[in-house]
Every structure is written in structure tokens, then in C-alpha cells.
């Protein structure tokens, strides 16, 4: 077992946290599922089930890459303690800043997210002719195959803490992202109009990069 400091461990799942409140948050992860019940008529407690279905095959393939990505880190850690700590930050620093300048030149154009189920897929004439269980089936291939990037990176941070560190990051990351989803489905159902989806589905990335500088300048002082 690695040796580390409580300190330490609680930036990784403060990061963890932030980042999957802002990635469960993100319109084209819940909003064409919201579309999808209302087309195909699905009763509440299908529509969950269904979400939370999605959302599993969208973390399961995140934390698989995940952990090999955070063993990798853990195993250089022992012996290249400069690529773990100072690389590996400087890594984030630099995904955020990629995140920036993607947001500054979508400026107003469409929102594409690495990892969207497109709207435009989803439209009631087109969805009535698809049984039920092939619908979940193309949603689950769909989220299965678009891991999530900025987790991704966040997990070499995280194995510089060894094991607990990877285990903690995929327990919060599982946890967040399906009851988020769960939440924002559950609230679209109802009709709850005054979510404010369009400042997210426009500054998704301004906010992801800012808080991966954040989160690389702390990681900088994790040991």
C-alpha cells in the first residue's frame, strides 16, 4: 500500500466530485433521454431504469480506462516521481487549457461534447419504429464506446495515491454521474422548465477547463 496523507486523498475526491457534478450536469447526457420517454411514451419508473442503465455503460467504460491509466500512474509513482507529480498536473493544466480555446472557438455555433447522444437522432416518428430494447441497446453501445476525457486524465493524478486514490475516483465518478442523470430526467419528466441547461450546454467546456487548471495547479502539492 502506498503511503500518503489524508490531505491528499481528500483533494482527489474534492476533484473527483467537482468534476463529475459539471460532466452528470451536461445537457446531451440527459436531455435526449428526457425526449426519448416523452416519444416513446415510458412510464417513470422505465425512464429511470433506462437512464440508469445508460449511465452505467457510459462510467463502466470511463473507469475500465480509468483504472489502467491510474495503475500506470501508480506504478510510475515508485520510480518516476517527477512524471507523476509534476507531469501529470502539468497534463491536466494543459487538457484544461485545450478545453478553453475548444469553448472560445465554438463561440455561439452548436454544442458538440465529446461524448454526446445527438438530439438530432432522437425524434418521435423515428423512435416509434425502434422497439424499446433496441433503443436501450444503441444507447448503451452509444455511451459505452464515449468514455469521459477529463476523468480519464484525473485518474494518473489519482494513482499517484495508489489504489485508494483509483478506487475512490470511480466510486464518486459512478455514483455522481447516474444519480445526476437520474435527477436532471426525473426533473425533465416533470415538466421543470427553469433548469438552466442552456448556460451548461454553451460554457460546458469554458467550466471544465477552468476547474482541470484548478485541479492540475492543486495537484501540483498532492503527495
Known amino acids: ?4 496523507d489524508m490531505t491528499g486523498l481528500s483533494q482527489i475526491i474534492l476533484g473527483a466530485f467537482l468534476l463529475s457534478i459539471v460532466h452528470a450536469s451536461i445537457p446531451n447526457h440527459w436531455i435526449p433521454l428526457v425526449a426519448l420517454s416523452k416519444s416513446e411514451k415510458w412510464n417513470e419508473k422505465s425512464t429511470m431504469g433506462i437512464t440508469a442503465i445508460a449511465g452505467l455503460s457510459h462510467t463502466l467504460s470511463t473507469i475500465i480506462i480509468g483504472i489502467i491509466i491510474g495503475f500506470l500512474g501508480y506504478k510510475l509513482s515508485d520510480s518516476y516521481s517527477f ?11 494543459l487538457l484544461g487549457i485545450i478545453y478553453l480555446i475548444l469553448s472560445f472557438r465554438e463561440n455561439k455555433h452548436y454544442h458538440h461534447h465529446s461524448h454526446e447522444i445527438h438530439i438530432d437522432d432522437v425524434n418521435p416518428e423515428g423512435t416509434r419504429k425502434k422497439t424499446t430494447a433496441a433503443i436501450i441497446l444503441t444507447l448503451v453501445i452509444s455511451m459505452f464506446f464515449s468514455p469521459c476525457l477529463e476523468i480519464e486524465a484525473y485518474y494518473f493524478v ?9 478506487i475512490s475516483v470511480s466510486i464518486i465518478y459512478t455514483v455522481i454521474t447516474i444519480a445526476g ?9 416533470k415538466g421543470v422548465r427553469k433548469i438552466k441547461s442552456h448556460f451548461l450546454e454553451h ?12 485541479l492540475g495547479i492543486t495537484g501540483y502539492f498532492i503527495r
Do not use: N
Open 203 to 214: 460554457h460546458e467546456k469554458t467550466i471544465t477547463g477552468v476547474l482541470l487548471i484548478v
Open 1 to 4: 500500500m502506498k503511503g500518503y
Open 181 to 189: 442523470m437520474l435527477l436532471l430526467v426525473w426533473l425533465g419528466m
Open 83 to 93: 512524471i507523476v507529480g509534476v507531469i501529470a498536473p502539468s497534463l491536466l493544466i
Open 158 to 166: 489519482a494513482g499517484k495515491l495508489g489504489w485508494e486514490g483509483i
